[in-house]
């Protein structure tokens, strides 16, 4: 947890970091980025770099201060602040932190900041506690929280294999019938106070939660399966961006569907060459066990538009392709029409999120044709562009008419950290869809 005073209000022994323009004095080496002085530490910063201030907090994680004064000269504003202690934080320490900000700012920033950690930790949960029923409640529970501090309402449904309902989810059906844990579609139905709950939902957004996976028969390596309790990301962003614009005062319709499953290995496990039928009749050709998080994802956007949700937008961990387009600092953001985009880009950019938006077009569609069905889960043939491909593939799941956007999100996880972030679940798009859907 962070805990933020004004500065001089600490009542605990602090460092004092001082956030210095220009170079490192001599004797030091011009290439270092910190000297100590008499009560503490200067960190040597270039204001005109890409987010400096990341920078700077991660040069102050590495000397291992958690309680400090920080001073300069000149001031970050809230926003900067915010990814500052986002950056600082590595999600195991307590940290205090006394800044020349007013009381209130700063009790509103170590609020949000607190609150996405808690999302970031739920990222990194182990696979045996987070299974999928058990992190669909764990994430709803947090969600009921941010509702109790602003009196409105929020309820869950959980429909789990076994019941009437989910025999009608094709993608969950298969990915999830190799494991033991029940797979399930979780929707969370989000009704500002004093509204009518028959009135019509304004936004839906579908997530992958795969809490783990191991690729199916289309196994994965061991370098590439040991952080595979991360590929539920994206269901765990979704839930703290809904828990976040809460609390900022949220006052729309909103209804997430949370699609989540292990993906393991079975002797009645899905099986390259099966054929798997979907609600809207979209017949689909498994040639990679290992794409399942669109299968899953394509059950709840069927969804979505059986409810007539106005705006959809569906987030996953969900292809290699779009870390190697972009990298694992950015994520991307792809949709058929620009204009569903522009009020999203807007909210990213006052995030300061970092991202960039991939092209979708109908052309993709030809690398997932298939002999025996509409289409293969998987791309292929040369050049194909895979994250292009994969959101063509959820393309066929959304009715034309309805506002629809789709992103991959390749910054969820940094298993080496970065000049930004340190090593693990990162809270990237949380912030930026919590101002999307407070402000749209």
């Not at 309680?67 to 195991?92: T, V």
């Not at 298969?174 to 399930?184: D, I, K, L, T, Y």
């Not at 079975?266 to 990679?288: A, F, R």
């Not at 779009?322 to 999203?344: C, Q, W, Y």
Request: aromatic letters at 10%.
């Amino acid at each position: 947890m962070i805990k933020l005073f004004a500065l001089n209000q600490a009542k605990v022994e602090l460092v004092n970091i001082s956030l210095l323009k220009g170079d490192v004095p001599a004797p030091f080496d011009k290439d270092s980025k910190f000297v100590p002085n008499d009560k503490g530490y200067s960190i040597y910063v270039d204001t005109t770099d890409y987010k400096w201030y990341q920078k700077a907090a991660r040069t102050i994680a590495s000397l291992k201060i958690f309680n400090f004064k920080l001073l300069g000269e000149f001031c970050l504003n809230s926003q900067e602040f915010y990814w500052f202690l986002i950056s600082l934080s590595d999600l195991s320490r307590d940290f205090t932190v006394e800044y020349d900000l007013d009381n209130k700012t700063l009790k509103s920033i170590e609020r949000r900041v607190n609150r996405v950690n808690e999302f970031r930790v739920i990222a990194d949960s182990d696979s045996k506690v987070s299974t999928p029923v058990a992190v669909v409640e764990n994430l709803f529970s947090k969600i009921k929280e941010s509702a109790a501090l602003t009196g409105d309402e929020v309820s869950l449904q959980i429909i789990k294999r076994g019941d009437k309902e989910f025999e009608s989810f094709a993608g969950l059906n298969a990915v999830g019938f190799a494991s033991n844990q029940a797979p399930c579609m979780g929707i969370i139905d989000f009704y500002p106070k004093n509204s009518n709950k028959d009135a019509p939902i304004d936004i839906g957004m579908v997530g992958k939660g795969i809490t783990f996976d191991t690729g199916g028969y289309s196994l994965k390596p061991d370098k590439y399966m040991e952080t595979m309790r991360t590929d539920k990301t994206a269901v765990v962003y979704l839930c703290g961006a809904l828990s976040l614009a809460i609390e900022q005062g949220l006052n729309k319709r909103v209804r997430l569907y949370l699609c989540c499953s292990e993906n393991m290995v079975s002797g009645q496990g899905m099986l390259p060459g099966d054929i798997l039928t979907y609600k809207n009749g979209v017949t689909v050709e498994i040639n990679n066990t290992d794409a399942e998080g669109r299968l899953v994802l394509a059950d709840g956007l069927i969804k979505a538009c059986e409810d007539k949700v106005a705006f959809i937008l569906d987030m996953a961990t969900l292809t290699g392709a779009a870390k190697i387009a972009v990298g694992r600092d950015m994520f991307s953001v792809l949709s058929p029409a620009k204009e569903n985009t522009a009020v999203l880009l807007e909210a990213f950019d006052k995030a300061q999120e970092m991202y960039w938006q991939l092209p979708l077009s109908p052309y993709h569609q030809r690398f997932l044709s298939s002999r025996r069905a509409k289409v293969t889960n998987s791309g292929h043939g040369e050049g194909a562009p895979g994250a292009s491909v994969a959101a063509s593939f959820l393309s066929l799941f959304v009715n034309k008419n309805t506002p629809w956007v789709h992103i991959d999100l390749s910054s969820a996880y940094l298993p080496d950290g970065s000049p930004f972030l340190g090593a693990g679940p990162t809270g990237s798009t949380i912030l930026g869809l919590s101002y999307f859907l407070s402000d749209k």
